[in-house]
């Protein structure tokens, strides 16, 4: 039990009605979760008002509530504690709650498009192989050292955020490495966290069903390099034009990394195989297993936050060989019939570009590219043309099908993919709604040599349809269906 005025420190308190000193048990913003003697934080969510679900709370036992509008009912048993942003209020509260677990650890942040999730995964390998305690918090999973945990969001909330590092603390962990998302920053769920570094990889086309606009998009990611600290570094891809106007205005060290510009890191692709690619990085021969000039950038990144950290380089290199591609993230298999299927989260139209010119540079002959792809339902409307349109110009043969429709109806979402294939691709694309025998149609036009691209999806082990998960996994699937073809 802490003290609601401790719980409180650092909050920007408009108002409060009723006694500080209550202890309280936990702090809890979903109110079907509220106890007794828990504080509840109403927040006005994108699509629900938490002020409507402040009575529920304090009938379950909240002895205080958090509010940025007081309820007309004012219980005298309750503390209210009015606030401008109940966001921010809650992830103050929520770090506070956890003592300030990130200023006790080495905790970096990585935002951008495209590569958050290739990066952090990688830096947690690479910390763990030399020797450090590590922790990971990113889109695929949630990693304490060694103990595994499911993640739900790229960016969790404040709440899980914070729990989740004092883990961490507890176990001794000297380095953590986090996803930071647009919609996590928007909502300040990192609001209050102390950051080492903040690294930048790109801004493609993505979120604009929620933020509106492009520049919206790129401001928000900027705000996250606005509040880093002087004792932070900010490390950026300097190739991506949006990476000095995130420097702008920071007060963290700046340093930048680069392919085709000067900057603090530089790399060069030499060689580029299935089986990997060759780099020169910073003067450096280096062996990667992962492929693709993306992944090159991602490398970069990894180097760079690595030096910044204290880390020798030459210590870097030699493991860099040893790292292993994320799941979901250009995974691929070839079947006992010489057909390579590579399976990648590729969501946006620019890491769809980058998969599929990354496989038209790794042909040798004439091997046919067939690519499936779908777009999600209730996200960016904007995207499923143009990503359409990427993958009818770049692949041999496309098969448009479902990726997880949620709410929408799944046919209109490939309809309005169709509108962005120009006529003289037509005739090489086929719709078919179900995934799965998307999967398979794309196996049984496939032939020796050739290579399938399973693209949207990636790591995720479930499609979405009408509220409802049910197990799905590209990987798994299309495996499966080339074994069948070899029998």
Not at 194 to 212: A, C, I, M, Q
Not at 289 to 297: E, P, Q
Not at 362 to 378: F, M, Q, W
Request: glycine share 6%.
């Amino acid at each position: 039990m802490k003290k609601l005025k401790d719980i409180l420190t650092e909050v920007l308190i408009i108002k409060a009605i009723g006694t500080l000193d209550v202890s309280i048990n936990t702090v809890v913003f979903d109110s079907r979760k509220t106890q007794k003697n828990d504080i509840f934080v109403a927040q006005k969510g994108v699509i629900v008002d938490g002020h409507l679900f402040i009575e529920k709370a304090i009938a379950l036992g909240a002895v205080a509530v958090v509010c940025e509008n007081l309820p007309l009912m004012i219980k005298k048993e309750v503390t209210y504690v009015l606030v401008k942003d109940s966001n921010s209020a809650l992830a103050v509260m929520a770090s506070n709650f956890y003592e300030n677990p990130s200023s006790h650890l080495k905790l970096i942040g990585v935002t951008g498009t495209n590569g958050k999730t290739t990066i952090v995964s990688l830096l947690y390998q690479l910390f763990k192989k030399l020797g450090f305690k590590v922790g990971l918090l990113s889109t695929v999973k949630i990693l304490v050292n060694e103990q595994e945990f499911d993640a739900t969001h790229t960016t969790p909330d404040s709440i899980t955020i914070n729990r989740y590092l004092k883990k961490m603390v507890d176990f001794g962990v000297n380095y953590c490495f986090m996803e930071v998302s647009s919609h996590g920053i928007h909502q300040k769920r990192t609001h209050g966290l102390l950051f080492k570094g903040g690294v930048f990889t790109n801004l493609t086309h993505d979120h604009l069903d929620y933020h509106n606009s492009f520049s919206a998009y790129r401001d928000v990611k900027k705000i996250f390099f606005d509040s880093l600290p002087k004792s932070a570094f900010a490390l950026v891809n300097i190739d991506d034009k949006n990476g000095e106007f995130m420097l702008q205005n920071t007060n963290a060290k700046q340093k930048s990394y680069a392919l085709k510009t000067i900057a603090d890191f530089k790399a060069k692709v030499l060689e580029k195989h299935l089986s990997g690619s060759l780099l020169n990085i910073d003067g450096t021969e280096v062996w990667s297993k992962l492929i693709g000039v993306f992944n090159a950038y991602n490398l970069l990144a990894i180097v760079g936050t690595a030096v910044l950290c204290g880390l020798k380089k030459s210590e870097i290199l030699r493991v860099i060989s040893e790292l292993e591609s994320v799941n979901g993230r250009f995974q691929y298999t070839v079947s006992n019939t010489k057909i390579t299927a590579i399976v990648d989260y590729a969501h946006t139209p620019d890491a769809l570009k980058n998969v599929l010119k990354t496989i038209v540079d790794l042909r040798s002959g004439s091997e046919k590219i067939i690519t499936v792809v779908g777009c999600g339902g209730d996200r960016d409307k904007t995207k499923r043309p143009k990503m359409a349109s990427i993958a009818s110009q770049l692949s041999n043969q496309t098969i448009f099908t479902s990726d997880n429709p949620r709410t929408e109806d799944a046919q209109k979402i490939i309809d309005e993919m169709e509108a962005g294939v120009s006529n003289e691709n037509l005739q090489k694309t086929l719709s078919v709604l179900d995934r799965k025998q998307a999967i398979k149609t794309a196996c049984k036009l496939s032939q020796k040599g050739d290579i399938l691209l399973i693209a949207g999806k990636g790591h995720e082990t479930y499609q979405e349809i009408h509220g409802k998960r049910y197990h799905f996994d590209d990987f798994e699937t299309v495996t499966q269906c080339l074994t069948q073809l070899n029998k």
